[in-house]
């Protein structure tokens, strides 16, 4: 079982985590324990993504993944540490991601980088951005509405930056947008940079010494 574990990804990891009935902070110290470190990253990120009410806190009625802070089975005072400084990049990496929005895929569609084809940038319409003013208005429309839906009103994901990059590539679709180029190149920017982050994780939890 444990074998097995090891060979999964964090992003596989993380959804077998939030569909297990596990305590997280037992599998962070299970990973301890059993000097399983791969494991980490994923049980960190993923207790991240509650605030610290819930963490702290949790309501008696609710089923919840966290035992009482003061119980048994919580985390070590180091992880504890490792927690907070996680959680505050993680914050700090949806903003950032949001933020980047706004030129990012827009800069690699005008260039036609993001091309559908194997070979190289076309010059297409579908592959190049036919017209860069709309877009341009249309990406800083979409940060000011992310910007309020994720950071001033804290909605549903507002603390999982890896949610949110998939929720902001879907943001154009190909079908509806009448930017195919821009709907595609801000598709690829978001899955690249859900991948830049999942790297990062370890880093945001200081988890890479
Ligand atoms: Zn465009």
Redesign the pocket.
Known sequence: MQTFTLRLSYADFLSKLVTSDAFVQDIINLARLTNAPSLLPAAFYDISRYTFAQIFEPIEDEPTRFRCVFGGGMLCADDMRRLALGKEASAHAVSAVIHGMGRGP?AH?RKGAFSLHTHGPTHSPLSV????GE?RRDFAELVALATQHYVCDRERGYADPLYVAEELGALKSADVSE?R??ARALEVWASKERERMWKMIPLWFRLDS
Do not use: F, I, N
Request: charged residues 0%.
């Open positions: 827009l569609s951005c036919t017209m860069p877009c930017c180029a821009c």
